[in-house]
Each structure stands twice: as C-alpha cells, then as structure tokens.
C-alpha cells in the first residue's frame, strides 16, 4: 500500500487524493513529531501562567474575555468540540472527510498548532483504520475554518458520536476506536481549537476538484473534436500559428488536443462539396478551444492558489518559533473560496457550449445532411431528442451553481465573526457542478460518436475511430431505431467519469495537455 509520509512543510495535491481516494496509509516524520513537541512545550509554559491566553486559557470566539482557570480547561476543550458538531443535513462523502481529516493532520504536523503528538498519532490512526467520521452537509460558513465538519472528526478522536467504519457500516465511534485498538484522545488546552480552526474541508474538495476537471476538460476536447469531425467542420481553425498570436496557455492546449484527435480524419473540410457552401463554422465548434481553454486557465489559477494552501498552517491562534502565541486571520477561506466560484463559472461554460454543439448535432437544418435527431426513421423514432432535453437541464443547474458562493456573507457569533466565505458552500456546488458537467460530455459523446457512424462513405480519424470503439466496448450503444435510452446514456457517464474516453485516444494521440 502506498504511504504519505506528513512533515512540517505541507503536502502536495497527490498525497490528498491518494488519501482521500486510495485509501494510502499515513505515517509522521520524525521532523514533525519533534516539532509538534516543541510547539506543545511552549503551550505548557503558557498555560502554567497566570495570564490568559487566547485559546490556551480563555473561551473562544465572542467568548474569548472569559479567564478559564485550570481544572476546568480540560472540559472547555471537550466543550468546543461537542458543542460546535452541530452539522445537519445529508452525510458528506466519505473522500471528502478523509481529505478533511488528512489536511487538518497536515497542519496539525506543522509545530504551529500546539497539539501534542500523541493527538497527532490518533488522528493518522484514524485514517489508517479506515474510519471516517460521519459529516453533515450544513454547518460550515468557511471562516474560522469549516467549523462543523471539523468538529465532527474531532468528536470521533474522542470516541464519541458515529462513524463509519471499514465496512462502511456506521456505529458509534468509541465502539470502532476500540475495534481498531485506539484510545479515544483526551484533550489538553488549546488541542479541541486546534482540530477546529481550518480551510480543510474546501480545500480538500478544490483540490479533488482540480483532479476531476482535469480529465474532464481532455473529455470535452474529444467531443468537440468529434463533433467536429460529425458535422464536416474545418480543422483549419485549429492551427497552433492561429493561437501563437493569442497566446492564452489553456486555448493553445486545447486546440493542441482537438487537433491530435482529429488528424487523419476523412471528415473534415468539406465545405465547398456542398451545395450550400459554409465561410465558417458556428462558434460553438470554432471557438471551442477558446472557451474550453479559458477555463483551463482558470484551473491553473486555482491549481495555484491550492499549492500555496497546501503549504499552510491554518490556526488560530498560532504558536511561532520564537515561542510567540498570537491570534491571526487565516483561517479565513476567501482565497479558496473565491477560485471554487470561478470554476463552477468555468464549468457552466464549458456545459453551455457542449450542449450547443450536441443542439446543432440533432437539427436537420444546421447538421448538414444528418438524418433529424439523429433517429433510424424520423417520425417513427424520436432518437436523441430527449437526450438532448436532459442536457439541457443540467446546463441549466449549472448556471444557477455558477452564481458565486463567495460573494455572499452572513455574520455570526455575536457578530465577533461578521465577515465569512462561505467557501464550503463554494466547493459543494461544485462537485454537483462537476457530476452534471460529466453528464453533458457524455450526452455529447453519445450523439456525436452516433452522427460519426452515420456519415456513410466517409472514415473519421483514427483517434475518433478508437474513441468509439472504446465507447461501444463500454455499454454505450450504436445507431439504430429507438430503444430505453437511458442505460446507454448511464453508460457514456460511466465511461467519461473513469476516464475511459482519453484512455481510449491517448494510445493515438500521445499524452493530451
């Protein structure tokens, strides 16, 4: 099994997911764990004075004038954790509340937190025992951290409230801890803020984000290229001399890609063989790589952002080198929040001009010579029109997920926390968004591999060739008269969200960008 060793320097976007979805097993470095002593000793030394400090010695947020003394400082940390797991709604996926709990331990590791390393050890134990700690959609505002969803893991490190265990089955967390042979952490000061106070949920979720849209915007070149090719279009437009003058990175990548898919082909450039010749193609085809490629920028930008969070300690307050303990703001998500916004933006768009194009694909007045919806009898069979109406509808969703998370804020605590991201709402649209984006593409998959097989006489390219055969080696079926249409269209989703249609043409095109 695979193993993510934790330092004191952060971790990279490919440990998260090799977390979060590989089940890879966590281990603390020497380094770290003698920082998280050092750091915890500086915690001692202030606690044992009579001055308070913020989250060693007082109570939190609107609270924080309160001097705790010492015998009830214990509780207080028991205290936060339980009362601030008040999460509601649906069950968080189960890789999202490994990624949580992974980059909460990635701070934790930093020696700027204060938490002993025994704690620290329970919370890679956790992991490595396969149980997850049941998280509920609602409860975070994304300042002060995702305060709820991280409560909800610390209360598991404590042996209370449910989680899941290995078997997926969900019991009471002291009953899996003992299982799995852990002792349930009692808490010292400042330990229960400790576990609370970060950006982990949403950049957990930005980060497989990124993972995903990855692989879906090599998807959308395909389709665009197959579509390209279904509706006799020009390849001309993809010729890197033309991107060379506008050098955005994503648009000349994604023309790169489009353009390997579609060399070879005996489908495109027919325009003057018809007897109504086209000047140019719609923008929907002509101007894929522009808009697929700002959106790949986007990416980059978030790419970015998510590296700098990766390497952060996210608390509050914060124990420095100097021995300093000092309240900060970073924990604050505006920084993530904002790039999870932009690419649910970039994602409706790149939704919108698929559907365009799967639109143009089933209108015998703009298909140039395939048959109405793409249907074996026209009248009879209504083929793909149906199909066409369910992408609508997502797109649709998608423009209302589109509409930014971050702009919003809702003050809380007293108004002590009177500005907040809402960066976990952010990163939970948009892995709806992201579902519904993979959707779109294969519907486009399934109508334009179709209309490929229906232009008689004429041989796609050699990598839409293996792209539709991959595809119908998948489930999802051929031309023919009209049959229950949604299995095949389960089986494109399917076949796009493993990766199985860049799988499929890789082995022609080479590695796509």
Known sequence: MHTVVVGTSGTTAEDVIAVARGNARIELSGEALDALARAREIVDALAAKPEPVYGVSTGFGALASRHISPELRAQLQRNIVRSHAAGMGPRVEREVVRA??????????????????????????????????????????????????????????????????????????????????????????KEGLALLNGTDGMLGMLVM????????????????????????????????????????????????????????????????????????????????????????DTMAHAALVASRELASAVDNPVVLPDGRVESNGNFHGAPVAYVLDFLAIAAADLGSIAERRTDRLLDKNRSHGLPPFLADDAGVDSGLMIAQYTQAALVSEMKRLAVPASADSIPSSAMQEDHVSMGWSAARKLRTAIDNL????????????????????????????????????????????????????????????????????????????
């Open 100 to 189: 949580l709990m992974f980059l909460r331990l990635k701070t934790v590791a930093s020696g700027h937190t204060g938490v002993r390393p025994s704690v620290a050890q329970t919370m890679a134990d956790v992991l490595n025992a396969g149980i997850t700690p049941v998280v509920h959609e609602y409860g975070s505002l994304g300042c002060s951290g995702d305060l709820a969803p991280l409560s909800h893991c610390a209360l598991t490190l404590m042996g209370e409230g449910d989680a899941e265990g290995p078997d997926g089955g969900v019991r009471p967390a002291g009953e899996l801890l003992a299982e799995a042979g852990i002792r349930p952490v009692e808490l010292k000061e």
């Open 438 to 513: 993979t959707r779109i593409i294969a519907i486009e998959l399934y109508a334009a591999t179709r209309a490929i097989e229906l232009r008689h006489g004429l041989t796609a390219a050699p990598a839409s060739l293996a792209a539709i055969a991959a595809a119908r080696a998948a489930g999802v079926q051929g031309p023919g008269p009209d049959r229950f249409l949604a299995p095949d269209l389960a089986a494109a989703d399917a076949f796009v969200r493993a990766g199985g249609l860049v799988a499929a043409v890789e082995p022609v095109t080479g590695p796509l960008a």
């Open 209 to 296: 984000a990124l993972a995903d849209l990855d692989k879906l915007y090599k998807s959308a070149d395909i389709t665009a290229a197959l579509t390209l090719e279904a509706l006799l279009g020009t390849e001309k437009v993809l010729a890197p001399e033309l991107h060379a003058i506008r050098p955005h990175p994503g648009q000349g990548a994604s023309a790169a890609n489009m353009a390997a898919v579609l060399k070879g082909s005996g489908l495109t450039g027919h325009f003057q063989e018809e007897s109504a010749p086209r000047v140019q193609d719609a923008y929907s085809v002509r101007c894929a790589p522009q808009v697929a490629g700002a959106g790949r």
